[in-house]
């Protein structure tokens, strides 16, 4: 994918900062395509563990399993949910009068 960036002025300046720009968003287009070769690999390597459990486990041992696991993850996205709620203030926001 390429993508053409309009100088803001045709200007030694607006060269240098069209060419930073350009930079800037081919490491990003690269990091976004590292991410989505994670993904793919992360989700064969899921896929192969499940069939794994699948072959070894019975039918309700695996789905018991699998309950277990989404509970897992329900709880784990609460806390982290609360945490993002709760997160203390920098001290520079707090005033004074709080403090004491």
Not at 39 to 46: D, F, N, P, V
Not at 79 to 97: A, C, E, T, V, Y
Request: net charge positive; no cysteine.
């Amino acid at each position: 994918m390429s993508v053409r960036i309009k100088l803001p002025l045709r200007t030694p300046k607006g060269w240098k900062l069209a060419e930073k720009v350009g930079f800037q968003f081919l490491k990003l287009e690269l990091r976004i395509a590292e991410t989505h070769s994670k993904i793919r690999a992360l989700t064969s390597e899921k896929e192969f563990v499940l069939d794994f459990f699948r072959s070894r486990l019975t039918t309700t041992d695996f789905e018991y399993l699998l309950t277990l696991v989404q509970e897992l993850q329900r709880i784990a996205g609460l806390k982290l949910s609360i945490q993002r709620n709760f997160l203390p203030l920098p001290r520079s926001q707090i005033s004074h009068s709080q403090m004491t």
